[in-house]
């Protein structure tokens, strides 16, 4: 069959090595591409297996952070009410212990435990349940409702004591140390619960951010060297809300100097100054107070000198001014001003003096001391009841225009009531009259 095929010229031979140079050129960019393909897939396949892995990890380790929340939760939980529920499991426990042997003894003992245990945990219950109420109404900020509930929960919990005292005592509640035990266990429950009840509010308030700051606190060390100083301080850092010790201290001294500054005298300085020959300190006159002292000066001053000019008043009222000799009795023949008579060589005569009269002599005193008063002059008030309410009548109508009333009349004149009625309507009548 070779012999009589067509054997191909150069031309052709060309074609066919050109289409299989094309052919090999396509097969190697498939190969290629389906490499990198195959790169791609293994890629995305190791991206995935990745994130998967990643995300197994992370859900791993948000696992175990919940773990260890919980874990930590419990040990904060077991930290804090661990105890509290040991002192409650020993109130229980003596409650159990006494009511298991008072249980029937043909009874099934899980039984007997049993109800023991019921008749326990009521028992201590009781308190525990009113102060849960008290806790929960301190959270509620219903401090109110709080404390009445405490103080109810202390007095079921005194009772419950005393009871579980009483059943591990000796004769005649002679003190026993399971007794004593029992019974504090019971007792001490409830102020336990309010201790963990006060943390957990101030855990709310620290929250809220609505702690009350107690200001500095300082050092022993400083306390020690200056005790009152730093209560001082303390007080001060309160009172302007400042934490820290070194601002407060140093705020506390400023506050310190600046009070003394203002106070530059006192009475024990100003007489310590005084002996010791010193100038006394400077007085600021500016100053509110000190003009207040001042004023009060000028005011006491007054009251003196208006004491003195009344007290040289009654003084002089009760004196004679003039030199004479009282008036001789009739028939007597010594004076009773002295023992030698007037007109005799060893005392020359003298005319008797007029004594004047007491009420006189007083309001001579009157006008030589103080100035005659000026009294304004007062018309006389009328003489009748029907003048006075004429007279007050006219005067009103001229003030405020318009009649007064009864009262309002009887009051300006002085009458009652009814006469000033009276009276108006006399003359009302009396002005129709004189109108027809």
């Known amino acids: 069959m070779t012999l009589f095929r067509r054997r191909l010229d150069?031309?052709?031979?060309?074609?066919?090595?050109?289409?299989?140079?094309?052919?090999?050129?396509?097969?190697?960019?498939?190969?290629?591409?389906?490499?990198?393909?195959?790169?791609?897939?293994?890629?995305?396949?190791?991206?995935?297996?990745?994130?998967?892995?990643?995300?197994?990890?992370?859900?791993?380790?948000?696992?175990?952070?919940?773990?260890?929340?919980?874990?930590?939760?419990?040990?904060?939980?077991?930290?804090?009410?661990?105890?509290?529920?040991?002192?409650?499991?020993?109130?229980?426990?003596?409650?159990?212990?006494?009511?298991?042997?008072?249980?029937?003894?043909?009874?099934?003992?899980?039984?007997?435990?049993?109800?023991?245990?019921?008749?326990?945990?009521?028992?201590?219950?009781?308190?525990?349940?009113?102060?849960?109420?008290?806790?929960?109404?301190?959270?509620?900020?219903?401090?109110?409702?709080?404390?009445?509930?405490?103080?109810?929960?202390?007095?079921?919990?005194?009772?419950?004591?005393?009871?579980?005292?009483?059943?591990?005592d000796g004769e005649h509640w002679t003190p026993t140390p399971f007794a004593v035990g029992s019974g504090m266990a019971s007792l001490l429950s409830p102020w336990l619960w309010g201790l963990h009840t006060r943390r957990a509010q101030h855990v709310q308030l620290l929250r809220k951010d609505l702690v009350d700051e107690t200001g500095a606190i300082f050092d022993r060390k400083r306390r020690r060297a200056f005790p009152v100083r730093t209560w001082k301080a303390e007080r001060w850092s309160i009172e302007h809300n400042v934490r820290d010790p070194r601002i407060a201290w140093s705020?506390?001294?400023?506050?310190?100097?600046?009070?003394?500054?203002?106070?530059?005298?006192?009475?024990?300085?100003?007489?310590?100054?005084?002996?010791?020959?010193?100038?006394?300190?400077?007085?600021?006159?500016?100053?509110?107070?000190?003009?207040?002292?001042?004023?009060?000066?000028?005011?006491?001053?007054?009251?003196?000198?208006?004491?003195?000019?009344a007290g040289a008043r009654l003084a002089l009222g009760h004196r004679p001014l003039g030199v004479w000799p009282p008036p001789a009795a009739p028939g007597s023949a010594v004076p009773a001003t002295g023992s030698v008579p007037a007109g005799s060589p060893e005392l020359p005569g003298r005319v008797p003096a007029t004594v004047p009269a007491p009420r006189q002599r007083q309001n001579a005193i009157n006008a030589r001391v103080d100035p005659p008063a000026v009294r304004p002059s007062t018309p006389p008030p009328?003489?009748?009841?029907?003048?006075?309410?004429?007279?007050a009548y006219d005067q009103y109508v001229k003030q405020h225009g318009r009649a007064p009333s009864d009262r309002k009349l009887a009051a300006l004149a002085g009458t009652g009531k009814t006469y000033a009625n009276e009276w108006k309507r006399s003359r009302a009548a009396a002005r129709t009259n004189g109108k027809d």
């Not at 298991?100 to 109800?115: H, K, Q, S």
């Not at 500054?261 to 600021?284: K, M, N």
Request: with cysteine; glycine share 4%.
């Open 10 to 168: 150069a031309a052709e031979m060309a074609d066919v090595a050109r289409v299989e140079d094309e052919r090999r050129r396509l097969d190697a960019q498939f190969a290629r591409d389906q490499a990198t393909a195959n790169r791609a897939a293994r890629r995305q396949l190791e991206r995935e297996q990745e994130r998967a892995e990643r995300k197994r990890r992370k859900a791993k380790a948000k696992a175990r952070a919940r773990r260890r929340r919980k874990l930590a939760a419990v040990a904060d939980s077991a930290r804090t009410v661990g105890p509290l529920l040991l002192v409650n499991a020993a109130a229980v426990g003596g409650q159990t212990a006494y009511a298991f042997t008072r249980t029937p003894v043909t009874w099934n003992p899980l039984i007997r435990a049993g109800v023991a245990l019921v008749y326990a945990a009521t028992v201590e219950s009781i308190s525990l349940y009113v102060n849960w109420h008290a806790h929960d109404a301190l959270l509620q900020q219903a401090t109110g409702t709080a404390a009445e509930m405490r103080r109810r929960a202390y007095l079921i919990a005194a009772v419950v004591a005393a009871m579980n005292y009483s059943h591990f």
């Open 251 to 309: 705020g506390y001294h400023a506050h310190r100097d600046a009070e003394r500054a203002r106070r530059t005298g006192g009475r024990l300085r100003t007489a310590w100054s005084a002996l010791r020959g010193l100038p006394a300190a400077a007085v600021d006159e500016a100053d509110p107070g000190i003009q207040l002292c001042r004023q009060l000066e000028r005011q006491v001053a007054g009251a003196r000198r208006a004491s003195d000019i």
């Open 382 to 391: 009328p003489a009748t009841e029907a003048d006075r309410c004429a007279a």
